[in-house]
């Protein structure tokens, strides 16, 4: 009786830190959709000097009569090409939280996490709301900060890991190309790949060695903080997440790594992720009767999204416009104005259009996603041994009648004992008959003579 007070401070403690952490969670979310809103202006400034430069160049007539030729199957394609981008996104992430047979996080939860970060990444510089949404999504799913802090992470790790993994095979495949169609600024490429393999690299070391990494940081924040470059706010802020997330990060992502099935599979399906979104120019290339080769235009959507990436504005605005006028102006020809529109709009404007109802979404707890599986790998197995069986069956010659129960080859036999001992017993019976009936025989003639 003396425990259970301690019991109940326990859980009052713990409640009061998880909705300290909710609110403060939420708190990051509200200040997300305030750089969205932001965003927004910028953006609707962009589309409109974007319009204002085609009427005074002259081409708007010209993009009039290609938007008017567009082939919308092919643009359809193109779009359900995108929605396998967010599929995708939605498995990384349950092969990242389908070891835990105890995990609180369903299906519908990262279905959300995974739209936040279309949503995010798209509509603020560099795609910094990204994280705290995502992370904000899962802790209200049932995670704790810490632990949905180092999903998140561990997922950003591969998807960055996937970006450069991309880029590498396709300059492996369509390095000649670059070269020969852009000459000496192929380096500009080279460039982007080459700080792409940095920035992983840097969040690598963190992971693996998260000591040293520590010990830098807070050197920074001191020598900062003497000099006055940092407010206080701003000080204890970094040192806490200098002092306590990057041990959590770097502990997640060796949990991880013990995994590395799992680890390879959500590699897998991030590259398929990025295929999906990197192949967009061939349907558009394609929507307009234009010959396109896939691979090339896999290898061009990987540089051009490096580009972007390299942008610090929502989109990657201005790097996108330059990037993919440079890099598909000989593919498009008379088609570029209207092409990088239906391109922007497949690959930018509908993705946080679909995102919208998506970010809301919620699970009802219940049973978890790795229970879930076994039970549908379960059920697969059985019906896979059922038709194993009923084949062996027929192999045989052997058929069950319709209607009739399936016995097991244990109770035929239990079933047929009874009646072998039953047969055994009248065979003994009438045996015994025989040889009374034989004696009284030899009686009676004995007596006979």
Not at 28 to 36: I, K, L, T, Y
Not at 399 to 415: D, F, L
Request: hydrophobic share 50%; charged share 20%.
């Amino acid at each position: 009786m003396a425990e259970e007070p301690k019991k109940k401070v326990k859980l009052k403690v713990s409640g009061a830190r998880s909705t300290k952490a909710a609110a403060e969670d939420a708190a990051a979310d509200r200040e997300s959709m305030g750089q969205v809103r932001k965003s927004l202006v910028f953006l609707a400034f962009v589309v409109v000097a974007y319009v204002a430069y085609l009427v005074f160049s002259g081409q708007f007539d010209e993009f009039v009569t290609s938007l008017a030729g567009v082939d919308l199957g092919w643009v359809t394609t193109g779009v359900v090409c995108f929605l396998f981008y967010y599929v995708f996104g939605v498995l990384a992430y349950v092969l990242s939280v389908i070891a835990d047979p105890d995990s609180p996080v369903g299906i519908r939860d990262l279905m959300s996490v995974e739209a936040s970060g279309v949503f995010f990444m798209r509509l603020t510089p560099n795609g910094a709301a990204a994280p705290p949404a995502q992370i904000y999504r899962l802790t209200r799913a049932g995670l704790s900060v810490g632990q949905a802090s180092a999903l998140n992470f561990t997922r950003f790790v591969l998807y960055e890991a996937g970006e450069g993994v991309f880029a590498a095979i396709m300059l492996l495949f369509c390095g000649n190309y670059f070269y020969e169609q852009f000459g000496d600024v192929t380096i500009i490429g080279l460039f982007l790949f080459g700080f792409k393999v940095v920035q992983v690299g840097a969040v690598l070391f963190l992971c693996l060695f998260p000591k040293p990494v520590m010990a830098i940081g807070n050197w920074a924040l001191r020598f900062a903080n003497r000099h006055g470059w940092l407010s206080e706010e701003k000080f204890n802020k970094y040192y806490e997440m200098v002092n306590t997330q990057v041990m959590e990060f770097a502990t997640a992502f060796r949990s991880a790594c013990r995994n590395v099935g799992e680890m390879l599979a959500t590699e897998v399906v991030t590259l398929l992720q990025l295929g999906c979104m990197y192949a967009l120019p061939f349907f558009v290339l394609r929507a307009f009767g234009e010959p396109a080769d896939l691979i090339v235009c896999l290898a061009s959507g990987s540089m051009l999204e490096l580009l972007i990436n390299a942008i610090p504005l929502p989109g990657g605005t201005g790097g996108a416009e330059v990037g993919f006028a440079y890099l598909f102006r000989d593919m498009f020809g008379q088609h570029l104005a209207a092409g990088f529109v239906i391109w922007r709009a497949v690959e930018y404007l509908l993705p946080v259009l679909i995102a919208v109802p998506c970010m809301g979404m919620r699970s009802n707890g219940g049973v978890s996603i790795r229970r879930r599986w076994d039970d549908l790998w379960g059920g697969i197995t059985g019906r896979i041994n059922g038709f194993v069986e009923t084949g062996i069956l027929r192999g045989t010659g052997k058929r069950r009648a319709a209607g009739s129960v399936t016995v097991k080859p244990k109770a035929r036999a239990a079933a047929a004992k009874p009646q072998t001992r039953r047969t055994s017993v009248s065979g003994t019976g009438s045996a015994k008959v025989d040889v009374a009936a034989k004696i009284a025989a030899g009686k009676a003639a004995a007596k006979k003579k």
